[in-house]
């Protein structure tokens, strides 16, 4: 061993290591100088060691007391022991001059004397006096470092051109050498090996102590407490009211959970939540419109959201306002610095929707780039990989005020798994009625339509007609303003208004169907109905519904073709508790109807994963399992690479789609492993020649060329799209049946 290789060991980035470094010094002169026992043979040698030993003992007492309190070097507070080092070269100057001493004594070729010319390691190390003249150590990337820190290369460069740009960074120790840089880009933001500068591998990570658990918490008040409404908008009424009344359940969910699965080693981890829909600023009047049949998915979303995170006891911060966000974010230290202390970093997970993220970026500025890769932002309806690209979306003309935010897919969380892209949140499907208290409720032939607005009513009568002539009494619940007129409300429909939810699911409990319009788009309603055991009419679109043809979807980030009203129910749930037909076809209507009043037996399903337990379920797979400020490629995957398969598609088809026919969801966290010539080369392409290129559709064989072709910009990775001569390379996940989200050892 060295002795500068020796020192480096000593990499401590504690000043109380300075008695652990006392302590391993001492063990290793003892060592260094019984390394050739038969050769320590006078008694005198016997007399050097113990002054060396002594002394040496002096010294680090004295080294120790003068680090108590003293700031670390230029990496000041980073405890990466830069003074520690120069020290400890002092230190060991010293050790080396007495051990030449011995050495000349005894004469012993201990091969300990690398500071004499010819005899330096294979690695480039400094020598201690340059280290104490102030010299630069060398810093130096490993083609293995490299592989594992993908991005730590172009951060350097970055740094190179950028590192001027904000004090920060020189507050941060960063001079402008090489190794300043590694060292920031390592230990602050950790985008390279700290073995590059051989920092310690064993700095702690964390900015919270190992032995703090999140507790399951089932104290409601507490909730509430958290959800006082900071102003008078009644902002949060409607969540506070949907928590309060599934509280029973939510309770008895995370207790049943807690039996089933582990759930006492989990960290608490700070959660900041904001509902950028209820500001003001939104202009959506989302808060005034909760209780007039405004649009009430997101506020569903939400109120299950922050309950399950409540009742997995992680530490929660809920704002609405952008003031309040405002106020929260300029308390975080640096906020408005680009130095991303990963150590640093107040909150760990951001719940955000796109109307928040605008106003937080607006607050956080400069500081956004250290938040982002926490955010996790709701979004119903979908955000695609070539919308979130903002070059790309750019470039293809495909940027709009949705899209463009360049996050990872999977941090756009949605109401429904539609977009295997993004993350699947959803939301719990309300019971109002336990088996007790329906149990008495007797089904009659009702009809109840889907539609809260007179205008979603349009143009339905003539499927409405033949719904009425076969015999069911048609019920609606259309928001009804004033006495207004209804104008396409036939009037054989009974309309009650806007019900209440045990009203509502009594209805549903004494009605046979469930009757889609065609919109609203993929809703929660048809989920309470189906559970409730009413059927669900899903109306099939004759050409699919997009961005381009529905105006719902105008401007949305998504390409997604809605086949129907609800694909979901269509393609999960099926009969006989969802008939997915054409509305406009008289026959089909007629004969699906007949079908339904055969049943003598209505009985209600809920996929689990609309249920509080398996809401919570996935919520802590997320929150356990991913991980976005990943900088070094992860060793160990999730959802585990057992569970993925690498499939080779048909040409024409999307990922999207070459999963879904083996019945497998496309797992767009293993792209990465599938990006390689040798990857299609498996799969039996030939290769004639190798591309990279920038669109969503690889890594992928061009059959028409048979060229491979590679992803180059690895936020395209994306599991839909499609080219006729295109055969996509897929990776592919299982699942479990009902828990869409997490594969089989997901959990
Ligand atoms: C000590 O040195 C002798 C030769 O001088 C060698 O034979 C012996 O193996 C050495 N012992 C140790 C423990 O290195
Ligand atoms: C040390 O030993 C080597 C042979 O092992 C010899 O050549 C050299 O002269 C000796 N040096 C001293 C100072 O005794
Ligand atoms: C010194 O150590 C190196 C590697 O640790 C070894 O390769 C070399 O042979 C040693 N030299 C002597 C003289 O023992
Ligand atoms: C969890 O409970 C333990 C024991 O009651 C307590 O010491 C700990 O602080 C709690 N953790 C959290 C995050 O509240
Ligand atoms: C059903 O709900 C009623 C209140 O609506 C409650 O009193 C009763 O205990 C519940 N029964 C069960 C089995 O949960
Ligand atoms: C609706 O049904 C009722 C009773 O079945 C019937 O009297 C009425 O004519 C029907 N209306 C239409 C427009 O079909
Ligand atoms: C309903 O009544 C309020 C005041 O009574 C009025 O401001 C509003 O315009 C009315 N809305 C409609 C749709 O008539
Ligand atoms: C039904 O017909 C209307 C107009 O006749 C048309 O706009 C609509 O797209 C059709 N719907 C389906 C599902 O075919
Ligand atoms: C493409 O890359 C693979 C793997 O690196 C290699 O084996 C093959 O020879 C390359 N083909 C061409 C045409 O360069």
């Not at 009625?433 to 008495?440: I, Q, R, S, V, Y």
């Not at 994963?609 to 919520?619: A, C, K, V």
């Not at 799209?721 to 959990?747: E, F, M, S």
């Amino acid at each position: 061993m060295s002795a500068l290789s020796c020192m480096r060991y000593f990499n401590l980035h504690r000043r109380q290591g300075c008695v652990l470094l006392a302590v391993v010094t001492l063990l290793w002169l003892v060592t260094i100088l019984n390394l050739n026992s038969s050769a320590v043979i006078h008694g005198r040698t016997e007399h050097i060691k113990l002054e060396i030993v002594k002394l040496s003992e002096q010294y680090i007492r004295a080294l120790a007391r003068d680090n108590e309190g003293v700031v670390d070097g230029p990496y000041a507070g980073r405890f990466t022991a830069y003074d520690l080092k120069k020290t400890m070269a002092v230190l060991l100057e010293n050790i080396l001059e007495r051990l030449d001493k011995v050495e000349h004594e005894l004469n012993i070729t201990a091969n300990v004397s690398s500071h004499t010319q010819g005899h330096r390691s294979k690695e480039p190390s400094l020598l201690a006096k340059d280290l104490i003249n102030g010299e630069p150590e060398q810093c130096i990337l490993s083609d293995k470092e490299k592989q594992l820190y993908p991005k730590c290369e172009g951060k350097i460069q970055w740094m190179k051109q950028m590192w001027q740009s904000d004090p920060c960074y020189a507050s941060y120790g960063v001079d402008g050498s090489m190794c300043s840089f590694i060292m920031y880009l390592s230990e602050v933001e950790g985008w390279c090996p700290r073995s590059a500068w051989r920092g310690s591998s064993l700095m702690p990570t964390k900015d919270y102590t190992d032995s703090e658990h999140a507790n399951i918490t089932t104290d409601l008040d507490g909730l509430m407490q958290l959800l006082k409404d900071p102003n008078e908008r009644q902002g949060y009424a409607w969540i506070r009211m949907r928590i309060k009344r599934i509280w029973p359940r939510w309770e008895a969910a995370i207790r049943n959970l807690a039996k089933t699965q582990d759930m006492t080693q989990r960290k608490p981890k700070k959660i900041l939540i904001h509902l950028g829909l209820l500001s003001k600023q939104s202009g959506w009047k989302f808060a005034e419109m909760q209780f007039k049949g405004g649009p009430l998915g997101e506020l569903v979303q939400w109120s299950d959201l922050i309950t399950a995170l409540y009742v997995l006891g992680h530490h929660l911060t809920i704002t609405s306002e952008a003031d309040q966000l405002g106020s929260i974010v300029s308390q975080l230290p640096a906020a408005n610095s680009p130095c991303q202390s990963r150590k640093e970093l107040p909150v760990h997970i951001i719940y955000i929707d796109i109307v928040g993220l605008k106003q937080f970026k607006k607050y956080v500025k400069t500081g956004y780039g250290k938040f982002s890769c926490l955010l996790r932002i709701l979004d119903s309806f979908g955000t695609e990989p070539a919308f979130n690209l903002r070059s790309f979306a750019k470039r293809n003309k495909k940027l709009t005020s949705w899209g463009g935010q360049d996050l990872q897919p999977q941090q756009f969380f949605n109401m429904f798994p539609h977009s295997p892209d993004n993350s699947f949140m959803g939301f719990v499907v309300e019971r109002h009625l336990n088996e007790t208290n329906a149990k008495d409720i007797e089904r009659n032939n009702h009809a109840v339509v889907y539609g809260k607005n007179d205008y979603m009513w349009k143009g339905k009568e003539e499927y409405l007609d033949i719904v009425n002539k076969s015999g069911l009494v048609i019920h609606g619940t259309v928001y009804k303003e004033n006495q207004s007129k209804l104008e396409n409300i036939p009037n054989y429909v009974i309309n009650h208004g806007i019900l209440n939810g045990e009203d509502l699911h009594t209805l549903l409990r004494q009605s046979k169907v469930f009757l889609g319009l065609g919109f609203p788009y993929e809703g929660p309603a048809p989920l309470e109905a189906i559970a409730n055991g009413a059927v669900f009419i899903n109306p099939k679109f004759d050409k699919p519904h997009n961005r381009n043809t529905a105006p719902f979807f105008k401007g949305k980030p998504t390409e997604r073709e809605l086949t129907s009203q609800h694909p979901y129910a269509e393609q999960f749930i099926g009969e006989p508790y969802v008939y997915t037909i054409d509305i406009n076809n008289s026959e089909e209507v007629r004969t699906t109807i007949q079908k339904i009043l055969d049943i003598d037996h209505f009985k209600g399903y809920l996929p689990y994963e609309y249920t509080e337990e398996g809401f919570i379920q996935r919520m802590n797979a997320y929150i356990e399992h991913q991980n976005f400020c990943q900088f070094q490629k992860q060793l160990t995957k999730w959802p585990p690479e057992s569970n993925v398969q690498i499939l080779f598609g048909e040409a024409g088809k999307s990922c999207k789609q070459v999963c879904w026919e083996k019945n497998l969801i496309c797992e767009p966290s293993h792209f990465l492993e599938t990006n390689a010539h040798s990857a299609l080369m498996t799969k039996g392409a030939s290769c004639a020649a190798n591309k990279t290129l920038i669109d969503i559709f690889y890594p992928a064989l061009d059959t028409k060329t048979n060229d491979c072709i590679l992803q180059q910009e690895e936020l395209l990775f994306s599991c839909v799209g499609a080219q006729d001569h295109l055969r996509r390379l897929c990776p592919c996940r299982n699942y479990i049946k009902g828990q869409t989200a997490l594969c089989t050892n997901c959990v």
